[in-house]
């Protein structure tokens, strides 16, 4: 699997402090992948930071083979973007 980051997204992720493993963890095995805009993909995962969960979104496009990352970050509010199964 080859992963791509554009170069505003690799200076907001590394601003963030959101390590590359993770996002390539994400991608290649998120616990859910929700449609996002513009035909978008948003690959979801929560981590335990310092004894608080997160839900880390990392926002692709697929191309060919190649993924993509538009952006990537946490948020606490897992609620407002988890979306439970029908």
């Not at 402090?17 to 948003?42: A, F, H, M, N």
């Amino acid at each position: 699997m080859k992963i791509e980051i554009i170069p505003i997204a690799e200076r907001k992720i590394k601003r963030r402090g959101i390590r590359k493993e993770w996002i390539e963890e994400t991608i290649s095995s998120p616990v859910q992948l929700v449609d996002g805009y513009g035909g978008r993909k948003v690959a979801q995962k929560m981590f335990i930071i310092e004894n608080k969960k997160y839900l880390l979104r990392v926002v692709f496009e697929k191309k060919d083979e190649v993924y993509i990352v538009v952006t990537a970050y946490f948020t606490s509010q897992i609620n407002r973007y988890w979306k439970e199964e029908k």
